[in-house]
């Protein structure tokens, strides 16, 4: 038999321009939130524009995840 392909440890979601997340870096103390818009790319990085702030910042695609909630199911 052949052996099968190794799968990835972790799954990159891929996001969209114009796309709502939130930023879950801790260390940058100067925002007035840790909701943004990603407003572009930039090799490996992704930009976003804080809410409530005219400045970008480069992170990576861990330093971020989608603003909708995820389904648990029903309780």
Do not use: C, W
């Not at 979601?13 to 407003?39: C, E, F, H, N, Q």
């Amino acid at each position: 038999m052949g052996s099968r392909p190794s799968r990835p440890k972790r799954k990159i979601k891929m996001y969209k321009i114009g796309d709502k997340v939130v930023i879950l870096r801790k260390d940058i103390k100067d925002l007035p939130t840790t909701l943004a818009t990603i407003t572009g790319t930039r090799g490996y990085y992704i930009i976003v524009r804080p809410d409530n702030s005219r400045r970008e910042i480069e992170l990576y695609p861990e330093e971020i995840r989608s603003r909708e909630k995820p389904n648990r199911g029903k309780f």
